[in-house]
Structure formats: C-alpha cells, structure tokens
C-alpha cells in the first residue's frame, strides 16, 4: 500500500513539474493618467525609426502618420518613454488600445511596447501588437536570444516564430518593464492615419497641433494704481518733514 501511494505522489510531482506555468492576470486599470502632446513637447517622442518616406505632423486632435508607397523606406513609427511592469500594460484588448482614424489603407498602425525582459535597465525586443492576430503581441527579431529561447509560444501565424499573450509573456518574464511605447505603420506598407489616441500602461495618449497660450499677466485696476499713488506720495511727505 505504502509502495503505490509513493508511486502515485511520484507521478503527481512529475505532472506538476512538466505542466506550463498558468498565466498570471494583468489587472484592469482603476484610473488613466494622461499625456497630451503638442508643439510644446513634441520632442519628447523618440521618431528616428521613421524612414525617408515615412511621415508625422499633429493635428488638431490626432496624430497624421502617413507613407508615400510600400518600399522599405516607407515606414512611420514614433516611442514615448515610460518606465512600468508589463504587470501594468492595463487590460485593453489590441483593439482598445489604439485608436486609429483610416484615411487610407488597409493595414493600421501596430502598438509597441520596447520591453526590458529581464529588468536591468536595457531593451531587449519590442512586443508588437496587431488587431489582424487577435490580442497576441509578437516579438520581434531583433530580440535577445534568451527571450526568444522563453518566447510563450514558437512557430509562424502571429507575426513572428515568438509570440503569446500580454498575461503569457508576463508569466514568462515576471520582471519584464516597458521602457517606451509606440506605433508603427511600415516598413512596406502604404497608408494614411490618424492616431487619436493609444492607451496603454493605464495612461491615454492623445494629440494635438495647439498649444496652450501663455497666461495672461494680471492687471492693476485703475482704483487700485491710484491708490498706490497716494500712498507713495504721502510717504515722500512724510519723509521731508522727518
């Protein structure tokens, strides 16, 4: 009796030792912090992945990305940096968390998370989500060896021969940061859009071309310089007499 009982907790530690590890949930946000970009801070956005014909310009509410063919200098793409737990990535579906105004084009704009996998301080790939594969984020090639080697899934179909769910690449990386979001239309595809706004990390993203006027400096009221004449006056007596 005691043998099979052995065997049998024998087996069930070998079946728990070979099973995949659950993903862990990404939490929904409880509240949105928000960056509005404008001329003003423009330059905050890190653009030097955009090629030769590949182009940007703000609008009075969205971001204008466009390409002029679908050559390999065609490509617009544009990161802001942050610093959060992919734990933290917010639990939008792709779809959420980009929208996209289609003036032209077939192919939107994917999202972008530049990812720190191991969480000391580098990037090692970009996780690239597309509505066209659901809510699977693919990494891309050039990545670090050991996160393709940790990749939640291998094999062609979503993008790349790396890809999982947000909630499966957390549990692989548990220490994994986003370092920059961003999109990307291209390279090679020909389009026309506007990005309203990207949600993601539980902060909205939005556009705009106008920048806020400088405050106004406040006034004296008439009353008020005349009053502080007087005073100055009758201080300038004072002091003859003294």
Request: aromatic share 10%; glycine share 10%.
């Amino acid at each position: 009796m005691r043998a099979k009982q052995a065997l049998a907790a024998a087996a069930v530690a070998v079946a728990a030792w070979g099973a995949p590890a659950q993903a862990q949930t990404i939490p929904a946000c409880t509240s949105y912090g928000s960056v509005v970009t404008t001329p003003a801070n423009l330059s905050a956005w890190d653009f030097s992945q955009t090629r030769a014909t590949g182009h940007y310009a703000l609008t009075p509410n969205a971001l204008r990305i466009w390409t002029d063919s679908n050559g390999t200098t065609d490509k617009s793409a544009g990161y802001y940096p942050t610093n959060f737990p992919l734990s933290a990535l917010g639990a939008e579906t792709i779809a959420q968390a980009g929208d996209y105004t289609t003036t032209s084009g077939t192919i939107p704009p994917s999202l972008q998370l530049a990812v720190d996998f191991d969480g000391n301080g580098s990037v090692d790939g970009f996780l690239v989500g597309e509505t066209a594969y659901g809510n699977t984020w693919w990494l891309s090639s050039t990545a670090a060896l050991f996160v393709k080697s940790g990749a939640p899934h291998t094999g062609g179909g979503y993008g790349s021969s790396w890809w999982g769910l947000a909630t499966e690449w957390q549990s692989a990386f548990p220490n994994a940061r986003v370092r920059a979001i961003g999109y990307s239309l291209g390279s090679g595809v020909h389009g026309d859009y506007l990005i309203n706004r990207i949600t993601l990390g539980c902060v909205n993203y939005t556009f705009s071309n106008v920048t806020a006027p400088p405050q106004a400096v406040p006034t004296l009221w008439p009353a008020a310089l005349a009053l502080t004449g007087l005073l100055l006056a009758g201080l300038a007596r004072r002091r003859l007499r003294e």
